[in-house]
T-cell receptor, first 113, second 116 residues
Framework: GENVEQHPSTLSVQEGDSAVIKCTYSDSASNYFPWYKQELGKRPQLIIDIRSNVGEKKDQRIAVTLNKTAKHFSLHITETQPEDSAVYFCAARPVDSSYKLIFGSGTRLLVRP | EAGVTQFPSHSVIEKGQTVTLRCDPI?????LYWYRRVMGKEIKFLLH????????ESGMPNNRFLAERTGGTYSTLKVQPAELEDSGVYFC??????????????FGSGTQLSVL
């Protein structure tokens, strides 16, 4: 089955710097890759997603890139702000009967003011 | 619109006891998922309902876990008897469809289960 690995597990950056979180997946048939953000004490929320027919997608300060050949995708946050501090989860969706998401282990991002 | 709601938010029980978690998905969402996150690890898939039917329960750890979704509305996840390794945060999520622009998963806030 699908397996998603996420790195790093923790990331500390200075406010204004960029942050990059990387994920790799194992099932080449996976076709949908969302990123969720979970702030302390809150529910995970979708912040951006990308489909397998697209190489890059951007939404203001966040962007996601996908390399299907290498089976990896990355989240890029530019001009980080303290409110970006949270746990970020990547996920991949294999093509099966339930279209369930397979998540990475999460990255705790701390943006230092 | 009301989001996915889960009850209770926290539960502390002793090993061997029974606990039932409840999830109310967003109204009209046919797809309901249960996930679990053990501290520091991935959000792991448990099972998927389409309306009242179990579409995929390949992630259920063992037969101590029983999920139901009678009537295709809210769902319950019962753990009986609970073991120490069942501790974690149990998330419920729902979505209206499986593909296209409405496939986004909406998560509940989770139930923090602690088995002592």
């Amino acid at each position: 089955g699908e397996n998603v690995e996420q790195h790093p597990s923790t990331l500390s950056v200075q406010e204004g710097d960029s942050a990059v979180i990387k994920c790799t997946y194992s099932d080449s048939a996976s076709n949908y890759f969302p990123w969720y953000k979970q702030e302390l004490g809150k529910r995970p929320q979708l912040i951006i997603d990308i489909r397998s027919n697209v190489g890059e997608k951007k939404d203001q300060r966040i962007a996601v890139t996908l390399n299907k050949t290498a089976k990896h995708f990355s989240l890029h946050i530019t001009e980080t702000q303290p409110e970006d501090s949270a746990v970020y989860f990547c996920a991949a969706r294999p093509v099966d009967s339930s279209y369930k998401l397979i998540f990475g282990s999460g990255t705790r991002l701390l943006v230092r003011p | 619109e009301a989001g996915v709601t889960q009850f209770p938010s926290h539960s502390v029980i002793e090993k061997g006891q029974t606990v039932t978690l409840r999830c109310d998905p967003i109204s009209g969402h046919d797809n309901l998922y249960w996930y679990r996150r053990v501290m520091g690890k991935e959000i792991k898939f448990l099972l998927h309902f389409v309306k009242e039917s179990k579409q995929d329960e390949s992630g259920m750890p063992n037969n101590r876990f029983l999920a139901e979704r009678t009537g295709g509305t809210y769902s319950t996840l019962k753990v009986q008897p609970a073991e120490l390794e069942d501790s974690g945060v149990y998330f419920c999520a729902s979505s209206p469809t499986l593909w296209g622009t409405n496939e986004k998963l909406f998560f509940g806030s989770g139930t923090q289960l602690s088995v002592l």
